[in-house]
């Protein structure tokens, strides 16, 4: 079956510090990979996309994400957290020759000061 | 650009009514997705419309429906309503239909939250 994970219900990290998000995924073939956040009372706003090409994929306010196609994984990075990085992120992945978005259980990201 | 729209915010109906949502894309986008999210359940695919025409659609009842206008507006449906329906609905819109580009990104409305009682 098609499906995404995200590991960690939630991720705590220091203002300053590098986070990380993980997503790994399990789809026949080569997909397309998202990233989106979702802040309270809000819908959600893309920040990136794996589609074909280099591994790394920069994206909004900062955000980055490694495609790694043997472990089948899609994290989420930021060298450095800000408060306002708070929010709900779900990773989303699209198996090739479908129209719908799969979408992780999401992580709580806190960021504390 | 104004991005996507989706009326009524917030909704409160009870149990066996039915419901109407609407949806408006981002100006020049001609495909609209619906989905569902629940803490339950998480974010759910519902449908997605592209010209009018229903492209795919996810694992729910027939109480579900939607329908896309010829200016792209989606509206969807649900009849009978459950207490389980209670859910944000989200309707997210792309420039064209995710099966002709993939890699085109949805871009998301701030949702519908509606409560059934």
């Known amino acids: 079956a098609q499906s995404v994970a995200q590991p960690e219900d939630q991720v705590n990290v220091a203002e300053g510090n590098p986070l990380t998000v993980k997503c790994t995924y399990s789809?026949?073939?080569?997909?397309?990979l998202f990233w989106y956040v979702q802040y309270p009372n809000r819908g959600l706003q893309f920040l990136l996309k794996?589609?074909?090409?280099?591994?790394l994929v920069k994206g909004s306010y900062g955000f980055e994400a490694e495609f790694n196609k043997s472990q089948t994984s899609f994290h989420l990075k930021k060298p450095s957290a800000l408060v306002s990085d708070s929010a709900l992120y779900f990773c989303?992945?699209?198996?090739?020759?479908?129209?719908?978005?799969?979408f992780g259980t999401g992580t709580r990201l806190q960021v504390f000061p | 650009k104004a991005g996507v729209t989706q009326t009524p915010r917030y909704l409160i109906k009870t149990r066996g009514q039915q419901v109407t949502l609407s949806c408006s894309p981002i100006s020049g986008h001609r495909s609209v997705s619906w989905y569902q999210q629940t803490p339950g359940q998480g974010l759910q695919f519902l449908f997605e419309y592209f010209s009018e025409t229903q492209r795919n659609k996810g694992n729910f009842p027939g109480r579900f429906s939607g329908r896309q206008f010829s200016n792209s507006r989606s509206e969807m449906n649900v009849s009978t309503l459950e207490l389980g329906d209670s859910a944000l609905y989200l309707c997210?819109?792309?420039?064209?239909?995710?099966?002709?580009?993939?890699?085109?990104?949805?871009?998301f409305g701030p949702g519908t939250r509606l409560t059934v009682t």
């Open positions: 997210a819109s792309s420039p064209l239909s995710l099966a002709g580009v993939p890699g085109y990104e949805q871009y």
């Open positions: 789809v026949s073939g080569n997909p397309y």
């Open positions: 989303a992945v699209r198996p090739p020759n479908t129209d719908k978005l799969i």
């Open positions: 794996y589609i074909t090409g280099d591994n």
